[in-house]
């Protein structure tokens, strides 16, 4: 293990490191993936994560349960409160964080459930998303083209660790849709029957749509079931996040 004091903004590693926190889609250039703040730390590690690079603050480094998080790393960087607060892409900046590996593209794995993300473009509502997908039993995620980029910091933070326990597939289009092998089913407002009147299937593929146009056509047209989710207090439509929570837990209810 090397650990290493660095004091200048300059220093190549910090360097590239801003280049990666700073780019929501950087990690697929550099092949790496900026984790910040110790929950995020710790589930990672927690899933049997590998992390080359550490870096934490000067007062991080004094508390003993964040010095052992550093210490899983091959590498330790340690820095002052200002250099972090450079590298950081929080208000308060987070006393450790690790680069790490990012898989790379990955193709969906066929015969799992699976969330389909149709176009989401919200960092938070993606987060949100997987945690749920995580939560409710779910072991894949595919983001067509056009969403949010998975790796990036403001969706790993609103992920909250539900990264490191799902597939993540990403890039796709409908057409690669066909490889999951499992029936998609999806929402809609126009839909016959209600969420909790059919006998969904399992596995299959939720699919949520874009904040404003929802799923597209030629991805409904693909779907083995649509379903409407009740609302009785009038509202013309749920928070794409919220209605995957709803629908993902359905799922997990009627199967248990």
Known sequence: MSVKAITSRDNPLLVRLRKLAGDAGAYRKHGEVWIEG??????????????????????????????????????????????MAGLST???PAPIAFAVPWSGALPPRPGLPTVVLDRLQDAG??????????????K???????????????????????HFALHLAEGGDV????????????????????LHEVVLPWPCAW???????????????????????????GEESLNVAAAAAVCLYESARQRS
Not at 143 to 156: D, I
Not at 178 to 194: D, E, F, K, R, Y
């Open 38 to 83: 110790d929950h995020l730390v710790s589930a990672f590690l927690q899933r049997g994560g590998h992390a080359p690079q550490a870096v934490i603050t000067e007062r991080g480094w004094e508390d003993h349960r964040l010095r052992d998080l550093a210490n899983r790393a091959d590498s330790i960087a340690i820095v002052s409160d200002t250099l």
């Open 175 to 194: 057409a690669s849709l066909q490889a999951l092998g499992v029936p998609l089913v999806a929402t809609s407002s126009h839909a016959t029957h209600a």
């Open 90 to 92: 929080l208000e308060s």
């Open 207 to 233: 699919v949520m749509g874009h904040e404003g146009q929802g799923v597209s056509d030629a991805l409904l047209a693909q779907c083995a079931l649509s379903v409407r989710i009740p609302q009785p207090g």
């Open 140 to 162: 894949q995620v595919v983001a067509l083209k056009g969403s949010a980029a998975l790796w990036s910091p403001k969706v790993l933070r609103a992920g909250m660790g539900a």
């Open 125 to 138: 509502n993606v987060g949100a998303v997987l945690r749920s997908a995580s939560a409710f039993g779910f």
